[in-house]
DNA sequence: GTCTATATGGGGATAGAC
DNA sequence: GTCTATCCCCATATAGAC
């Protein structure tokens, strides 16, 4: 069990992973089995290398982990930025809040170790390595912020609420889905879209339904 | 800073913090730092005894987890439970459901660090300490499946929200707010009601309000 | 770029004195 | 109940050969 995980890439290079290969895998590992858990002997094995080679490509094991979390941010970043520009003009305030939740959502609970793995191991990293990733996540913070302000400004979104807090309980609401999701109980689309109508309508059963 | 950090009960007793104070700080540190971060000699520091002294008490790192997260659970069950079942006769679904979550939060934010250390580490620990604290998260699951689809019956929630995911929409977005929360900008209580209001009604502005 | 070998430190856990 | 002492394992990280 411990001789042959590795799957090389192809046949013609020996391991021939790389520094992004490298941190592919450490992304799937850190999101699958967290930051304390995962160590630099686990990275290498199932990068095909010996621990010791890593440190060709990284300095040090927070130097990956913040690699990590960087590009985890960015994708997520990216995913909702795209999602909202890409919008025909006049896109009414509901369906650009729906575009975006759902973006976010789908680079979480898809495809992406790093955004997954970002989401999950955030809180577990040494200060030095949260602190170094606040930069990257602040800016996908402020795209949330100007979102959401400019919404509540058109007068789409109640006026009494703050939009820091919204931001907050939103994107926590939504990155804690990672804990639970299973896509045999329905697709990220589908969750995507029960949770806009919750946190559109709420779930109260009302009479202009 | 390594010799005198711990703070004796009192003075007629060297360290007298017995099991359930071991149980107490391991619950703080726990919270405060993770668990891949909480070694025994960090709690046996903080405790005022020395490492090998926890063995008296517990037979492994494990089984103090494992106390700590069914205690947990333990209290915010108990905290929601009593909330709801303390409201007046005839009090409407509304106000009950805001009873719970008000409930909820607060056994998270205020006071309780055994359930702050509960939602914080359960994804770190190691899955055979998951799995010994199923039974209890699934009684205190079933009792907000209970409560939801008591309401849903009555007609106060839409119907086509399956309980089960609003449920785990529900806990999931609560247990988040315990990575950004901050007393300094307003209270549990408020952020409940605040929360609550989302939840129930939904961020869209409404001609009905 | 990757290897082997190794330094160094900290972790959980046990044994036996007091 | 707590102590000291110690075992054993695994972690990150380094050095130098290939």
Redo the contacts with the bound molecule.
């Keep these: 069990m411990a001789q042959n995980t590795a799957i090389k890439v192809n046949e013609t290079s020996r391991?021939?992973?790389?520094r992004d290969g490298v941190l592919d895998i450490a992304a799937r590992l850190f999101r699958e089995q967290g930051y304390g858990s995962v160590?630099?002997?686990?990275i290498?094995e199932a990068a095909g290398?010996?621990?010791?080679?890593i440190?060709?490509?990284f300095?040090?094991?927070?130097e990956i982990v913040a690699a990590v979390l960087d590009a985890g941010i960015q994708v997520v970043h990216e995913s909702m930025r795209e999602a909202v520009s890409e919008l025909p003009e006049g896109t009414g305030p509901e369906a650009i809040l729906r575009a975006a939740i759902g973006a976010h959502l789908r680079a979480l609970l898809d495809v992406c170790d790093y955004s997954s793995a970002n989401v999950r191991i955030f809180g577990q990293v040494p200060q030095s390595v949260r602190d170094a990733n606040l930069p990257t996540r602040g800016a996908y913070e402020a795209e949330w912020d100007a979102l959401l302000s400019r919404l509540q400004n058109v007068g789409a979104l109640k006026s009494d609420v703050d939009i820091r807090r919204l931001r907050l309980m939103l994107i926590g609401a939504l990155n804690a889905t990672l804990e639970w999701f299973d896509p045999d109980r329905g697709s990220a689309e589908a969750l995507s879209c029960t949770y806009a109508d919750v946190f559109l309508n709420g779930i109260l059963k009302r009479q202009d339904i």
């Excluded at 160590?39 to 686990?42: A, E, I, Q, T, W």
């Design positions: 391991s021939a992973v790389g160590s630099l002997r686990k290498a290398i010996k621990a010791g080679s440190y060709y490509h300095g040090s094991k927070d």
